[in-house]
């Protein structure tokens, strides 16, 4: 899993942490089958040469009892082999989900699900169905062509030379497999954009009577990714029948050898016992090999796509405790008064934005000259975009070098048309929190003029909310996105042209929530009048 050229991407090292046990324990077990085969030969050479009974029933007992552990063997190299699996597998999630998280600018939702399912799913069987039985397998083949070696040399060649020829093979047909692989990877990220795409699109596809040039795009596309895994699957299939054939021409070579060579008959059977324990071993090697290029066409989609991730901070993780979190904003107070003072904010490299510093109770309406141009100010503020001179501190404490935990104690944020998450209402209200009390979201759900429509709701609070909002209407949603950028009053509240969703009378419910609120509110609005009586300017340019 380590590449040593540098031109290959780096996906993390998996042996590491319960990893290394894992692998520990696969290695033993390829050890433990390795010493049942060689002792099943030795049994059956003993059976074959017994001239009584009582020597044919030991070997026979023997027999059995090795067939058994071996049994076992098989099934706690599965069970091992999906443990590995599933715990490398479970890293390079939430990596991939961390990265897009990260910078904001991930790829399509398609390709984003494409990575986190097939190309994942290509990951885990090169681990389960690759890496491990060749821990198990190599052991177990050096293990019986040893026993084979005492047992009788000539034997023990004559059943490694179409081994040594099907890795010859092997190695002839890796790079077409990683070819097909890879190019049936790129086919299905289309697939899956487009997919993505056409779906977010669909009433305006609808409006324009485009649905029959769509499901011909996406028709077009899936014959391409059809016609990709076919291609695939011949080079696969050409890898697993010259590892089936090879079973077959082990025994005939084997068996031939003892007969030219005349052998004795217990020997013979003997060795071929051997080759049939070692049968599906070598069937393993074709499909390792198949699996080891479809991982490293999926390999060169995840590498790259985990980088960003690498730039989190180690307490990015969600799950850290609110007493650290609230415990973590040390800042002294601004002098002069100021809770929130902005320098160096550039709008583009050579258009820098004039100074701000403002007290609690302060409104500061923006005024621009281009649309989006909010939206970037608010992304830089919130360190969602990159603006190296930017300084800006709240309540004593710089807002971009705070970590996500505690960012969000200083900073509350609402903005036209934004998604929420999948999960409760309770939770999207309590998600910038979760550190404060449970019990405390029927009263910010009361604020927002929010709480009689979520008890109509046959679940309440405990309602999912599904495809960005779903069941709550656009201005139920943008009362909930105002729910959770206040609570707890944060110092420093931004509104992006929140007010575009509330309508008329959510519009009265803000100003009341600003009249109330004590800290800076920084908005964005086309129309700050019907809901702020009194604020300053903050001119862009």
Known sequence: MNQADTGTPKLPRLLVGPRRKLMALLVATGLGMAVLSGASAFMMAHLLRAADARTRTVAVAGLLAAAGGIAAGRIAERVLAERLGQHYVQELRTGLMAAVLADGKGPSVGITIARI????????????????????????????????WFLSPPLALAMALPLGFLGAILAVLTQPAFAKARALRKKRGRLAAQVSDTVAAAVMIRAAGGEHREV????????????????????????????????????????????????????????????????????????????????????????????????????????????????????????????VRISGLRLDADR?????????????????????????????????????????????NDLRAAPGPERRLLAGYAARGAFTERGTIARAVRYRRPDLPRGGTGE?????????????????????????????????????????????????LLLNHIDSDLGPEGCRMLAEVLRSYPGVAIIASDHPGRFVSAYTVWDLH
């Open 216 to 339: 011909q795009q996406v028709g077009r596309l899936g014959g391409e990714v059809a016609e990709a895994a076919v291609a695939r699957a011949r080079v696969g299939g050409y890898i697993r029948a010259a590892a089936g054939a090879s079973g077959t021409v082990t025994v005939v070579i084997v068996a031939a050898t003892g007969s030219w060579l005349s052998i004795h008959t217990a020997t013979t059977a003997a060795a071929l016992t051997l080759v049939g324990l070692l049968a599906h071993h070598v069937n393993d090697l074709g499909r390792v090999a198949e699996f080891r290029q479809t991982y490293n066409a999926a390999k060169r989609m995840i590498a790259p796509a985990l980088a960003p991730a690498a730039g989190l901070p180690a307490d990015h993780d969600l799950s850290l405790p609110g007493d650290a979190v609230r415990t973590a904003i040390t800042g002294p107070p601004e002098s002069g008064g100021a809770t």
């Open 117 to 148: 399912t097939n190309d994942l799913t290509s990951v885990r069987n090169w681990i389960t169905q690759g890496i491990a039985p060749l821990a198990v397998g190599i052991p177990v083949l050096v293990g019986t062509t040893a026993a084979l």
């Open 352 to 396: 820098p934005v004039p100074e701000l510093a403002a007290r609690p109770g302060d409104r500061i309406v923006l005024k621009t000259n281009e649309p989006g141009e909010a939206t970037e100010v608010f992304e830089k503020l919130l360190a969602l975009r990159p603006n190296p001179q930017l300084n800006i501190r709240v309540a004593g």
């Open 444 to 492: 910010i759900l009361a604020r927002v003029e929010l709480a009689t429509r979520v008890a109509q709701l046959p679940k309440g609070e405990h309602t999912t909310l599904r495809r960005g909002g779903e069941p709550l209407t656009v201005s139920d949603r943008a009362r909930l996105q105002l729910a959770r950028a206040t609570l707890g009053d944060p110092p420093l």
